[in-house]
């Protein structure tokens, strides 16, 4: 038995997108645990993109396969951009987090380093929802059928 990649990567991408989403949500507005929780939401994020790129890629293999899901596949590319746009953001904000608690930082990394934290948790919250709209759309469509073979 050789199952196909993509229902194997997909479940990574669900899993990391919306928890380094509520990660990082966490780790930018509460300073207590901004290092810590930070470090594994940016982490998390930047996984979640690779996740996400890699199941694009194994879902169009599929596709080919056993046929098009054509509501599925509109979604694909929104949520990999925003996937990608969160890793990004929450990577960069971490950065810019890590450079602005040395010593003798400048002065403007603070700020853009909390400005580029609420970006990232606003892109965690955009790439959750495009997370939910694809997943949802891709059980449809294994559970119900619905590819161009099936119809």
């Not at 901004?34 to 599929?62: D, E, K, N, Y």
């Not at 056993?66 to 949520?79: K, L, N, R, S």
């Not at 040395?102 to 955009?126: D, E, M, Q, S």
């Amino acid at each position: 038995m050789n199952p196909p990649l993509h229902p194997l990567v997909v479940h990574a991408a669900v899993v990391f997108v919306p928890v380094a989403m509520l990660l990082v949500i966490t780790a930018v507005s509460w300073r207590r645990v901004r290092v810590q929780v930070g470090a594994v939401g940016a982490g998390m994020a930047l996984a979640g993109a690779v996740a996400f790129f890699v199941a694009h890629r194994t879902g169009t293999a599929l596709a080919a396969v056993v046929g098009t899901p054509y509501e599925h596949m509109a979604w694909a590319d929104p949520g990999l951009a925003a996937a990608i746009v969160f890793g990004v953001l929450a990577g960069g904000w971490y950065a810019l987090l890590l450079l602005s608690r040395r010593p003798n930082p400048h002065r403007a990394l603070r700020p853009a380093a909390r400005w580029t934290g609420v970006l990232a948790a606003i892109a965690g919250v955009v790439g959750t929802v495009f997370t939910v709209l694809l997943g949802h759309s891709g059980a449809s469509s294994v559970w119900t059928g619905i590819t161009a073979a099936g119809l």
